[in-house]
C-alpha cells in the first residue's frame, strides 16, 4: 500500500454509518399498515427478530464474497463464479428488477402522501408526477450531494423517533392481548413482507476496497448496523402495535400520519411535521435508488456478450442520462400496473433473495470455507433466504390464481 493511502480508508463507525444509510429507509413507513392487514398482530414483533437474525447471516456471507471478488458487478460477479455468465446476468436483472419493482410501490406511496396533502388530485397523477421530476432531475445529474444525503437520514429517522416517543407514552396493554391470531405460520409469511426494510444492506458489504482492516471491520460494521436498523424498527413498530389500534389502518396506502392524528388529536402540527418528513424520506429513497439503479444498468450492459450492447455503449446510446430514463421507465412500469400491494412485496423479495442467494451459493464452491467452517454462517444464510423465497413465491401464486378466478 503506498503511503498515506490509509489515510484515506474509513474506519469501522463511519463504515457503520454507511451501513445504517444504505438500510434504513422509506419502506418501514408502510409496515404498519402492512402488517395490519396481513393479520399477523403483535406477533410481527417475532417477524422482525427472525429477519434481523436472516438478514445478520446473508450479511456476514455477503462480505465474505465481496472480499473475494471485490470488483464491478456485484450480484452478476459473485453468481459468476459458480453458475457462469449467463446465470450471473440473470441475477445482476433479478436483483435490478427487484428494486425497482420496490421503487414503483414507493411512488404509489408517495402518491398517497401527496394526496394527503392535496386531496383534490389523485394519488395516482401526483405519484406520476412526482416520478417525472425525479427521473428529470436524476438526468440533469442532480445527484444527492453528501449534505442531501445527511437531511435524507434526519428526515427517515426522525419521524421514526417521535412516533416510538409519542406511541410509547401511548401504551395499550389491552391492545397486545391477542399476540398471534393467524398462528406460528403467520409469523413467518409475513418475513416476505418485513424483509423489504431491511434491502440495502448488501450495498455496505462490497465497502472493503475503502475500509480499514477490512476482514475484521466490515462484518463487525455490518453486525452493528443491522443492529442499530433492527432496534429502530422493532421499536417503532412494537410502539405503534401497543398503542394504535391496528383496525384504523382501513388500507395499506393510508398514510402514517393520517392513523397517528386519530390516536393524537391535540398534535396536529406534529403530525404535519412527520408527515412532509415521511414524505421527504420516500422521495429522496426514490432519486437516490433511481441513481444508483442507472449505474447498474450500465455496468450489466458492460457485461453482456452481446455485439448490439457493446454497439450501443460505445456509441453513447447508453449513458448515464438514457440508463436514468431506463430506470425511471421500469419503476413507472411497476407503478402503473402492480394494483396489489401485497404483490410489490412479494415479487421485490422473490427477485432480490433470489440474486442474494445465488451470490452466497459462491463460498459453497470454495474449499478454504469449508475448512474453517465458516460456511455454517453461509448455510444459514441460504436456509432462511430460501425460507422467505418460497413464502415469497407462495404468495404471487395465490395472488395469480386469485386474478385468474
Known amino acids: 500500500m503506498p503511503e498515506g493511502s490509509h489515510s484515506h480508508k474509513i474506519g469501522v463507525s463511519t463504515a457503520t454509518i454507511v451501513g445504517v444509510n444504505a438500510m434504513i429507509g422509506a419502506g418501514i413507513f408502510t409496515a404498519p399498515a402492512i402488517l395490519a392487514t396481513s393479520n399477523v398482530g403483535p406477533a410481527a414483533i417475532l417477524t422482525y427478530l427472525f429477519v434481523i437474525i436472516s438478514v445478520w447471516f446473508i450479511a456476514q456471507s455477503m462480505a465474505k464474497v465481496a472480499s473475494k471478488f471485490p470488483e464491478e458487478g456485484s450480484f452478476y460477479t459473485y453468481t459468476k463464479q459458480w453458475g457462469g455468465h449467463t446465470l450471473g446476468i440473470i441475477a445482476g436483472a433479478s436483483y435490478l428488477l427487484g428494486i425497482l419493482t420496490a421503487m414503483g410501490l414507493l411512488t404509489q406511496i408517495a402518491g398517497s402522501y401527496l394526496n394527503y396533502l392535496f386531496p383534490s388530485i389523485s394519488a395516482t397523477i401526483l405519484g406520476a408526477i412526482a416520478l417525472i421530476v425525479i427521473v428529470i432531475l436524476n438526468m440533469m445529474g442532480a445527484a444527492l450531494a453528501q449534505l442531501g444525503q445527511r437531511i435524507l437520514i434526519l428526515c427517515t429517522v426522525f419521524p421514526i423517533l417521535a412516533t416510538i416517543i409519542m406511541c410509547l407514552f401511548h401504551f395499550d396493554s389491552t391492545l397486545l392481548t391477542k399476540f398471534m ?34 476482514k475484521k471491520n466490515v462484518p463487525r460494521a455490518l453486525t452493528y448496523s443491522i443492529l442499530i436498523v433492527g432496534t429502530l424498527y422493532i421499536l417503532f413498530i412494537g410502539s405503534i402495535i401497543a398503542s394504535t389500534p391496528l383496525s384504523l389502518f382501513t388500507s395499506a396506502k393510508v398514510p402514517l400520519a393520517e392513523v397517528l392524528a386519530q390516536v393524537f388529536p391535540g398534535h396536529k402540527w406534529l403530525m404535519i411535521i412527520i408527515h412532509l418528513s415521511m414524505l421527504s424520506a420516500i422521495l429522496g429513497t426514490i432519486h437516490s435508488i433511481i441513481w444508483s439503479t442507472s449505474n447498474l444498468i450500465i455496468s450489466l450492459c458492460k457485461k453482456l456478450k452481446s455485439k448490439t450492447a457493446q454497439h450501443m455503449l460505445a456509441s453513447g446510446l447508453i449513458n448515464k442520462k438514457t440508463a436514468v430514463v431506463i430506470s425511471g421507465l421500469l419503476t413507472f412500469i411497476s407503478f402503473a400496473t402492480i394494483n396489489n400491494l401485497d404483490l410489490f412485496f412479494y415479487f421485490s423479495a422473490v427477485f432480490i433473495v433470489f440474486s442474494y442467494i445465488t451470490s452466497i451459493t459462491t463460498l459453497l464452491f470454495d474449499k478454504e470455507e469449508w475448512k474453517s467452517k465458516q460456511n455454517i454462517k453461509t448455510i444459514i444464510g441460504i436456509a432462511t433466504s430460501l425460507v422467505i423465497f418460497g413464502f415469497a413465491l407462495e404468495g404471487i401464486i395465490k395472488e395469480v390464481i386469485k386474478l385468474m378466478q
Open 181 to 214: 391470531p393467524q398462528g406460528i405460520g403467520s409469523v413467518f409469511k409475513a418475513a416476505r413482507l418485513v424483509i423489504f426494510g431491511f434491502f440495502g444492506f448488501e450495498c455496505a458489504a462490497s465497502l472493503f476496497s475503502i475500509v480499514k482492516n477490512p
